[in-house]
């Protein structure tokens, strides 16, 4: 893959490059401020770029517009946030597209190199990857929904693991199920969401959007 960085912080930018091309992919820019993230998402359209929230010059929320803004320029464009915080309402923007490559981490929650990594290539697989603390946090703000309402309490959890990422099987496991009844629960979980895209893959997607932009 081909990567961006974007990270003011020297030590944890320099450790992320050296992993990721530890793991064989490509580091092809790295930014530290706003305005530089936005120019090299534009100029190198990585297959994923990962990016902090909190930039120079102000240390707000400079990285997470740059990648919304780049995403305005390049629909669907993968990303994976990765910050100490949880920005509601950019990070509702960014989910709002539909558009899947979707991931955010809080870096307290990144424990080893093989959850990094798996998550940076199903993002850029065009997949989830979501942090259980962003999750319940966008959650905890969201209004009701009355698809989501008429999901049992069982589909709620299903479809909360999903959003992490989680493959059927992984989520079985998770939840003491074969995998053939966590496929009867997403089956029934997209027919409530009004989803009927015949790609699996990308129903999944859908379903974790409208999860979690709960409008």
Same mark, same amino acid.
């Given at each position: 893959?081909?990567?961006?960085?974007?990270?003011? *912080?020297?030590?944890?930018?320099?450790?992320?490059?050296?992993?990721?091309?530890?793991?064989?992919?490509?580091?092809?820019?790295?930014?530290?401020?706003?305005?530089?993230?936005?120019?090299?998402?534009?100029?190198?359209?990585?297959?994923?770029?990962?990016?902090?929230?909190?930039?120079?010059?102000?240390?707000?929320?400079?990285?997470?517009?740059?990648?919304?803004?780049?995403?305005?320029?390049?629909?669907?464009?993968?990303?994976?946030?990765?910050?100490?915080?949880?920005?509601?309402?950019?990070?509702?923007? *960014?989910?709002?597209?539909?558009?899947?490559?979707?991931?955010?981490?809080?870096?307290?929650?990144?424990?080893?190199?093989?959850?990094?990594?798996?998550?940076?290539?199903?993002?850029?697989?065009?997949?989830?990857?979501?942090?259980?603390?962003?999750?319940?946090? *966008?959650?905890?703000?969201?209004?009701?929904?009355?698809?989501?309402?008429?999901?049992?309490?069982?589909?709620?959890?299903?479809?909360?693991?999903?959003?992490?990422?989680?493959?059927?099987?992984?989520?079985?496991?998770?939840?003491?199920?074969?995998?053939?009844?966590?496929?009867?629960?997403?089956?029934?979980?997209?027919?409530?969401?009004?989803?009927?895209?015949?790609?699996?893959?990308?129903?999944?997607?859908?379903?974790?959007?409208?999860?979690?932009?709960?409008?």
């Amino acid at each position: 893959m081909r990567i961006v960085v974007a990270e003011d *912080l020297y030590l944890l930018r320099d450790g992320m490059v050296r992993l990721i091309e530890a793991y064989g992919h490509q580091v092809v820019a790295t930014a530290t401020t706003g305005p530089e993230t936005l120019d090299a998402l534009l100029e190198w359209r990585p297959d994923v770029a990962v990016v902090d929230i909190r930039m120079p010059p102000t240390q707000s929320d400079e990285g997470l517009r740059a990648a919304l803004a780049a995403r305005r320029e390049l629909p669907g464009l993968p990303v994976l946030i990765l910050s100490q915080y949880v920005e509601q309402l950019y990070a509702r923007e *960014l989910l709002a597209d539909g558009d899947g490559g979707i991931g955010y981490f809080l870096k307290e929650s990144v424990f080893d190199a093989d959850q990094f990594i798996d998550a940076l290539e199903r993002v850029a697989g065009g997949g989830t990857a979501m942090d259980p603390a962003v999750i319940a946090k *966008l959650l905890s703000s969201g209004s009701s929904n009355r698809r989501l309402a008429g999901l049992t309490e069982r589909e709620h959890s299903v479809l909360a693991l999903m959003a992490e990422g989680l493959s059927n099987q992984a989520i079985g496991r998770r939840l003491f199920l074969s995998e053939s009844a966590i496929g009867k629960y997403t089956t029934s979980m997209f027919g409530k969401l009004g989803i009927t895209d015949d790609d699996d893959g990308n129903r999944r997607v859908l379903a974790v959007l409208a999860y979690l932009n709960n409008p």
